[in-house]
């Protein structure tokens, strides 16, 4: 096995399944996320956790000290001494001292400080004066409930008394009506709240609401607070006054802000050992803390949690196990990257109405871990379809969903993703009978099959389009803060029109396949005029400009100050084949030139700094966060894909391994993220903003999952499936002597070793020890096992 030797500051251990933080504050935003169908946790390595349940909305049962909108994951969360988190306090007995676990509150650094990260759990290790420690956090598999538990070691020659106080953020829970208190009988901290509410018609949900918020420890406690301040005191939440006390006061909260604190207070003798356990999360009623506690803390359920949560990520295990030169990237790729997918899929980001074209790629994704779910996702988006052919902001999950935000705002890119989507499940599935599958319309009765509806939306997008043939923007595209570059109704994007020429040139493909030559013509002829437009009217001299305004002037050109150079055109210009092999050395050159940063390309540059009213609110971020010139993976995945397919695999995989952060101790730091997911972006602006540059949003929600690993699938591997069976057509790096892939595909697997030989002067394609004419596998079946070798020639990708 060859590999990268761990850096000191991170560790992997199990094969890149447990990734390892030795300080909480070498990269103290460092994160992980749990979650379940039904909840999400993004916890931080020092202690802090953003929480939020769905019931049916999304909705918050550990909230900040203040009024605070119920509103989606953010970017670079932002953390505060009171932002919620979960803590374990302790306080020596004999000498006074005192500390924390996992490191909020007390900040105080502890011996062998671990942070661990796994699929299925995050825990915290540490060591104070020969006593071990350990905190662990799951989710239950399948219900809203956190579980924690405390394992404590007494591995010192001397007795330990110890008071341990665990204690867990509650928050403002609400301005209408908040308390909290002990309740003895049945064991449980309990916070009360009631929903706000103005309208009558609102009290029927606000009624049915999970408004507790509870700490239910597994034995009974020596003392409580449940009131914020009386617990904080003078001494402010880095010295709280209680641990002053021998014992917690066992404060109330009436209208004041909870806090759930237990005390336990304990003797270790030499070798000694303790557990704790508790439950944390929303309620209805208190019946139903009483039957979570009696569930929970009977028989196996919590130790057993473990299982059923390895069980549910295993219904998401990819298509591919790969071992490489670099294993890093393979823990990544075995591990981590078909977990982020598999929480894009199943929970749809945690939300009742994605974007549409975030639940078309999210379904892409889900081709090659689940099929079945990105059929039936396809068939769902569908049924959404407008009459007019367009497809909607968002796709609604539930009867009781509305669009919100963003969804609220016209975007012209959302029937552009269908081929996308449809042409990847095709090549994994060759199911073409989902093209004749009916599918009836939730918004107007009417019934036509997959085909037909795919069909329309198509003639929808050709249908918007200026009299010069290109895309009209309205208030956006892929790019959702290009709100005013088309608000008029005469912006256009080159994007949006090169993404059209894309889904044009994957249906026209679709469309021969099925014998539809009407449609194989009309694709054709709409595919020449579309990149007649482009070239006609969007090419700058050395780049793909971004569009033109409402009042017909070119933006994402080389006579823009900010903004000049715009990654994702050049990205679709290369993905469709629309550019020449002049135009390819150009835009390549000046990608090379104005967005290449060690970390990936910038999605434009120079950032800009001004709000322009002709391109939208995408100039009033700041620079080099989000969308203004950050490195967005999303857009950075684009790009890989259109290197691969141009035939610039060894610059796709230079631009590929850059995503991944955490290969040295300097990297670790400036990015401040693990390598347990891949990030909506990092930090741009380079030359504005050096010092920030590289730091890493910790944003998981992002579509660059799918793309990534349709990447490893089909350009990295080049394991792509086709009508006639398994395509195979590596492009790996050159330095790779040898790969290993287990690619699982239509119910077959094939054990694939890839290697190269300087005898051999072309790919040559052996299965189960016979040369192939072709390098595609036909004739294969399910259930069985199948060895392939692929010898490469030296120097090649």
Same mark, same amino acid.
């Given at each position: 096995?060859?590999?990268?030797?761990?850096?000191?500051? &991170? +560790?992997?251990?199990?094969?890149?399944?447990?990734?390892?933080?030795?300080?909480?504050?070498?990269? $103290?935003?460092?994160?992980?996320?749990?979650?379940?169908? *039904?909840?999400?946790?993004?916890?931080?390595?020092?202690?802090?956790?953003?929480?939020?349940?769905?019931?049916?909305?999304?909705?918050?049962?550990?909230?900040? $000290?203040?009024?605070?909108?119920?509103t989606f994951m953010q970017p670079e969360q932002p953390h505060y001494a009171h932002h919620p988190g979960r803590y374990m306090l302790f306080r020596d007995e004999e000498t006074g001292a005192r500390w924390s676990l996992p490191h909020e509150p007390l900040r105080r650094l502890v011996e062998d400080f671990r942070f661990s990260v796994e699929p299925e759990a995050v825990s915290w290790q540490g060591r104070e004066q020969q006593l071990t420690m350990n905190l662990q956090l799951e989710l239950a598999a399948d219900e809203v409930l956190e579980l924690w538990s405390l394992s404590l070691e007494n591995r010192g020659d001397a007795l330990r008394s110890l008071s341990i106080y665990p204690c867990f953020s509650i928050g403002y829970m609400s301005w209408m009506n908040q308390s909290a208190a002990f309740d003895a009988g049945r064991g449980a901290l309990i916070a009360r709240s009631v929903t706000p509410y103005q309208k009558l018609e609102a009290l029927e949900r606000v009624l049915a609401r999970k408004d507790l918020t509870f700490l239910a420890p597994e034995r009974a406690p020596d003392g409580w607070d449940a009131s914020l301040e009386a617990f904080e005191g003078e001494g402010g939440w880095h010295a709280p006054s209680a641990l002053d006390r021998d014992t917690l006061s066992g404060s109330t909260a009436c209208y004041e802000t909870p806090l759930a604190a237990l005390q336990y207070r304990i003797t270790l003798p030499p070798g000694g050992t303790e557990q704790f356990r508790f439950l944390f999360g929303p309620a209805q009623d208190e019946a139903q803390i009483d039957a979570l506690k009696s569930r929970w803390f009977s028989g196996e359920r919590f130790s057993d949690n473990r299982r059923d949560n390895r069980a549910s990520l295993a219904e998401g295990k990819g298509c591919l196990t790969i071992e490489t030169p670099d294993r890093a990237f393979d823990g990544f790729a075995n591990h981590w990257l078909d977990r982020q997918v598999w929480y894009h899929g199943q929970t749809h980001r945690l939300t009742t109405d994605p974007q549409t074209r975030n639940f078309l790629q999210d379904a892409m994704g889900m081709v090659y871990l689940a099929p079945a779910h990105a059929r039936a996702a396809l068939l769902h988006a569908l049924a959404q379809q407008q009459p007019?052919?367009?497809?909607?902001?968002?796709?609604? /999950?539930?009867?009781?969903?509305?669009?919100?935000?963003?969804?609220?705002? $016209?975007?012209?890119?959302?029937?552009?993703? /269908? $081929?996308?989507?449809?042409?990847?499940? &095709? %090549? #994994?599935? %060759?199911? &073409?009978? /989902?093209? #004749?599958?009916?599918?009836?319309?939730?918004? %107007?009765?009417?019934?036509? +099959?997959?085909?037909? *509806?795919?069909?329309?939306?198509?003639?929808? &997008? /050709?249908?918007? *389009?200026?009299e010069r043939g290109l895309s009209l923007v309205a208030q956006g595209d892929w790019c959702d803060p290009l709100n005013m570059a088309g608000h008029k109704g005469a912006g256009v994007s080159t994007w949006l029109t090169l993404a059209t020429l894309h889904a044009v040139q994957k249906w026209m493909t679709v469309s021969r396949r099925l014998g539809h030559e009407d449609s194989v013509a009309a694709c054709d002829a709409a595919a020449r005029a579309l990149a007649d437009a482009i070239q006609t009217h969007c090419w700058d001299g050395e780049w793909f400009s971004r569009g033109l305004t409402d009042e017909g002037r070119a933006f994402g050109v080389r006579s823009d100050e900010e903004g000049r150079l715009w990654l994702n055109p050049q990205s679709w210009a290369l993905m469709t084949g629309l550019a020449t092999p002049e135009q390819q050395g150009q835009l390549l050159a000046a990608i090379d030139r104005e967005l290449a940063t060690p970390w990936g390309a910038q999605m434009l540059a120079p950032a800009f700094t001004a709000f322009r009213d002709d391109v939208g609110r995408i100039t009033q971020k700041f620079p080099g966060s989000a969308e203004n010139g950050s490195i967005y993976n999303h857009a950075c995945a684009f790009y890989i894909h259109a290197l691969y397919r141009c035939g610039e695999p060894e610059r796709a995989w230079k631009e590929l391994r850059k995503m991944l952060p955490g290969n040295t101790d300097e990297d670790l730091v400036r990015r401040g993220q693990l390598p347990a997911f891949v990030p909506n972006y990092y930090r741009g602006a380079v030359d504005l903003h050096p010092r920030t540059a590289g730091r890493s949003s910790q944003l998981f929600n992002t579509g660059t999952a799918s793309w990534l690993y349709r990447i490893l699938v089909e350009d990295l591997f080049g394991l792509c499936g086709c009508a006639e069976g398994l395509r195979i057509n590596p492009s790996l790096p050159q330095a790779w002597r040898e790969a290993r892939v287990e690619r699982r595909f239509r119910g077959a697997v094939f054990e694939v070793h890839f290697q190269r030989d300087a005898k051999v002067m072309r790919q040559e394609v052996h299965l189960e020890g016979a040369s192939l004419d072709r390098a595609v596998v036909t004739d294969f079946e399910a259930g069985r096992r199948y060895r392939v070798a692929v010898m490469l020639p030296e120097g090649s990708s």
């Open positions: 096995m060859i590999g990268n030797a761990p850096a000191q500051l &991170l +560790t992997r251990e199990a094969d890149g399944a447990r990734l390892v933080l030795h300080s909480p504050t070498a990269s $103290p935003r460092a994160s992980a996320f749990l979650w379940n169908r *039904r909840m999400l946790l993004q916890v931080n390595c020092r202690g802090y956790v953003t929480a939020q349940f769905l019931q049916p909305e999304p909705s918050k049962y550990s909230h900040a $000290p203040f009024l605070e909108a119920q007019d052919g367009g497809m909607p902001e968002g796709v609604l /999950l539930g009867e009781q969903a509305e669009l919100k935000y963003i969804n609220q705002v $016209p975007h012209m890119d959302h029937a552009s993703w /269908l $081929p996308v989507c449809l042409d990847a499940y &095709l %090549d #994994e599935t %060759d199911d &073409l009978a /989902l093209l #004749e599958t009916p599918v009836t319309s939730q918004t %107007d009765g009417r019934t036509e +099959t997959v085909f037909e *509806r795919i069909d329309r939306s198509l003639q929808w &997008l /050709l249908d918007h *389009r200026d």
